[in-house]
Each structure stands twice: as C-alpha cells, then as structure tokens.
C-alpha cells in the first residue's frame, strides 16, 4: 500500500513548508546546531563503544 509513499516531490513540498515555517534565516543556525548535535551524538557513541571494548579486554579492572 505504502510501498512509493515518499516521491521526490513529496520531499520538495516538505522543503518549501520547512522554508515557510522557519523562514530562510533561522535555517543556517538550525542546521549549524543539528550538526553539532550530530557530532556530539557520533563522539559519545564511539566513547561508549571504545568503554566496552574495553572491559571486555581487561573485566577485572572494573
């Protein structure tokens, strides 16, 4: 039933709504924040992955 639902036009309606929504001039300061943000989330994540790796080498020390 849903199998084509996202055509690309349907992402160009979505991108001209956002436009409208926010305005042109929020968007560059909201897509500099979802970056960092994005960069936060992927150090973390590597962090937490690199602290099992860990305690798997050496589960005494913990």
Known sequence: MFRNGLEPWH???VAIVVIVLF???KLPDTARAL???LRILKS?????????VEERRDPAAS
């Open 11 to 13: 992402l160009l309606i």
């Open 23 to 25: 305005g042109s001039k």
């Open 35 to 37: 970056g960092k943000s």
């Open 44 to 52: 973390e994540t590597r962090a937490i992955k690199s602290d099992e």
